[in-house]
Structures are given as C-alpha cells and as structure tokens.
T-cell receptor
C-alpha cells in the first residue's frame, strides 16, 4: 500500500521563476493538505484540497496556488519565487470526516537562489 | 503563526533514559496530536489525544493533556538511539482537520 509520494525530491530555482510540486495521496485518502517547513521550524499550513476545491487556506499570499485532480492527487504552484520561499514543502493526505491523522510524504526541498 | 510551543527546544539523553517533551497551546482544541520527524523527512503520526481525555498510552509513549493549562506532555520511556528525531505537537484548527504545528523538540539519544 503506497503512502504519500511527492515529486521532485529536490529543486533549485531562481528568484522570479515559477515552480510546480506534485503529490499523490495515500490510497483511500481524499483530502490533501500542503505545508511549508522552513529550516528549524514546524510545518506551516498553506492550504487544503477536498473534492477538487480549496477548502481552507493558511496565511500565504496568492502567489501560492494549488489544484486537486479527480484521482485526488494534487499540485502546489508558487509564482514569482522569493528567496524566502526556500523550504521543505510537505504534502499530507487524510480521510475527510471524523478525526483523521495526517499521513505525510517526504517532501520537496526547494532552494531559491 | 504557530499555535503550539514545545519545550525544551532540544534534549540530549542516553539510551535507556526517559525523555519528556512539553507542549503549550493558546486556543481551545478538539484534539492534540504528536508527530515525529527524522532529519529532513516527512512527519510520522505517533499518537492522538482528544480534548476529553487526560492520558493515553501507545507502546513506550505516554501522552497527557491538561486542557485547563492548555498543555500536553509526551513521555518516551526507555529511549533508543532510533528515537533520535524532532517531535512536534499539533492542534486541530477550525474544522476540516487542518493542523497547527509547534516548532518542535529535537531529541538526541546517544548509545
């Protein structure tokens, strides 16, 4: 049973560029959440997708956008990259309804130069 | 901003010793969860405690919750080198299973 998979594992981009990160949720999960984790910090909630719609959003600018596909996989897009966007981006999946722990992927390490 | 604050920020112990980490949070919660993160990898769920529970056990883990003090503690008994990781508490947000994480406690267990 495959867990949450993310691609790519590492990425280096230049300021001003755009990036797309991808996530496949754990089998049977229908909800995908994205988190940003800066070095030495805890994960910060970016947004959550359910039924192909953004259901909740954290305190992140509109440069951060996402998408969920009919197969529940998801993408995170970041436009106009800033140096401060360098971080580990984590995708987590869960099953909606009730209390469902998050299952995390191993993340994408984004470095903006 | 982060809801939870773990204490201490870092903890270094010998194998076989117990490790205790604390978490404080600011607003009312439905449940509190603890996660472990090995260096640079994804987080792994350890245990969940509901707001109407005071203590919960899972293997070598013991979690307590004091909602009047808005605090929780995670005890790892008989620590092993493999327990070396960062530990985060997380509280549920407003609906839809979104979680707010603290900054974490970095645990180092030496053989």
């Amino acid at each position: 049973d495959a867990g949450v998979t993310q691609s790519p594992t590492h990425l280096i981009k230049t300021r001003g560029q755009q990036v797309t990160l991808r996530c496949s949720p754990k089998s049977g999960h229908d909800t995908v959440s994205w988190y940003q984790q800066a070095l030495g910090q805890g994960p910060q909630f970016i947004f959550q997708y359910y039924e192909e719609e953004e259901r909740q959003r954290g305190n992140f600018p509109d440069r951060f956008s996402g998408h969920q596909f009919p197969n529940y996989s998801s993408e995170l897009n970041v436009n106009a990259l800033l140096l401060g966007d360098s971080a580990l981006y984590l995708c987590a999946s869960s099953l909606t309804g009730g209390i469902s722990p998050l299952h995390f992927g191993n993340g994408t390490r984004l470095t903006v130069t | 901003s982060q809801q939870g604050e773990e204490d201490p920020q870092a903890l270094s112990i010998q194998e076989g010793e117990n490790a205790t980490m604390n978490c404080s949070y600011k607003t009312s919660i439905n449940n509190l969860q603890w996660y472990r993160q090995n260096s640079g990898r994804g987080l792994v769920h350890l245990i969940l405690i509901r707001s109407n529970e005071r203590e919960k056990h899972s293997g070598r883990l013991r979690v307590t919750l004091d909602t009047s003090k808005k605090s929780s503690s995670l005890l790892i008994t008989a620590s092993r080198a493999a327990d070396t990781a960062s530990y985060f508490c997380a509280t549920d947000g407003v609906g839809y299973s979104t979680l707010t994480f603290g900054k974490g406690t970095m645990l180092l267990v030496s053989p």
